[in-house]
T-cell receptor, first 117, second 113 residues
C-alpha cells in the first residue's frame, strides 16, 4: 500500500514551453501533497504544499505564477512549470500524506527529471 | 523551527561491517523523526519512523534507529552492510505544527565489496 506515482518520469522540452507533471496517490486519499525540487546530490527543497480543493501554499522564494499547482481531487495533484527555462531543469519529486494518518509520514513518488533545452 | 542535522556528507564502509548514519535533531517536546533512503534517480523510500514508544525502532531492509533524548540523536544503523545499501540517506523532522517535513542535507553511503 501507500504508493505514489508520478508522470512523466522524465521530460525534455524547449525553452519557453510549459510542462505538466502529475502526482497520484494510488491506494489512499491524500488531502495534502507536497512538491519538492532536488539538485544533484543535494537535499530536497520544498516548493509548495498542495491542498485538495484549495490554493497551494508556496514556500518563500518560489514563484507561484511560474510553478502552477492544482489539486483537484483526493488522489491527484499537478505541477505545471510555465515558460520553462534551462535553470528550471531539475529533479521534481512529489509526496503525499495519507489523510487517515495523524502524523507527518509522507509517501514519495519516483520523481520526474525535467531537462529544458 | 525544528530541524535535523546530518553531520557526515559521506560514509564509506566495507560490506559486512556495521553501518551507522548520524542524525541529530533540534526540537521542542516529543519529536517525530523519520529516515528515508534515495537510490539514484529515484524518489525517497521510507525506512522507519519514531513517533513514540520504544527508543529502538526497527525498519525496512534490516535498518534500525535509536532515539536518544539525552544526546538528541536518531542515528540509523545496520549491523551488516550490503553493497546494495549504497544510496543517499535522509533524516527528517516536521519543522512546525503542520504536516511538512524538513530534511537533513543527506548522507551518501558507499558500501564496498
Amino acid at each position: 500500500g501507500a504508493v505514489v506515482s508520478q508522470h512523466p518520469s522524465w521530460v525534455i522540452c524547449k525553452s519557453g514551453t510549459s510542462v505538466k507533471i502529475e502526482c497520484r496517490s494510488l491506494d489512499f486519499q491524500a488531502t495534502t501533497m507536497f512538491w519538492y525540487r532536488q539538485f544533484p546530490k543535494q537535499s530536497l527543497m520544498l516548493m509548495a504544499t498542495s491542498n485538495e480543493g484549495s490554493k497551494a501554499t508556496y514556500e518563500q522564494g518560489v514563484e507561484k505564477d511560474k510553478f502552477l499547482i492544482n489539486h483537484a481531487s483526493l488522489t491527484l495533484s499537478t505541477l505545471t512549470v510555465t515558460s520553462a527555462h534551462p535553470e528550471d531543469s531539475s529533479f521534481y519529486i512529489c509526496s503525499a500524506r495519507d489523510s487517515a494518518m495523524d502524523h507527518n509520514e509522507q509517501f514519495f513518488g519516483p520523481g520526474t527529471r525535467l531537462t529544458v533545452l | 523551527a525544528q530541524s535535523v542535522a546530518q553531520p557526515e556528507d559521506q560514509v564509506n564502509v566495507a560490506e559486512g561491517n556495521p553501518l551507522t548514519v548520524k542524525c541529530t535533531y533540534s526540537v521542542s517536546g516529543n519529536p517525530y523523526l523519520f529516515w528515508y533512503v534515495q537510490y539514484p534517480n529515484r524518489g525517497l523510500q521510507f525506512l522507519l519512523k519514531y513517533i513514540t514508544g520504544d527508543n529502538l525502532v526497527k525498519g525496512s531492509y534490516g535498518f534500525e534507529a535509536e532515539f536518544n533524548k539525552s544526546q538528541t540523536s536518531f542515528h540509523l544503523k545496520k549491523p551488516s552492510a550490503l553493497v546494495s545499501d549504497s544510496a543517499l540517506y535522509f533524516c527528517a523532522v516536521p519543522p512546525g505544527n503542520d504536516y511538512k517535513l524538513s530534511f537533513g542535507a543527506g548522507t551518501t553511503v558507499t558500501v564496498r565489496a
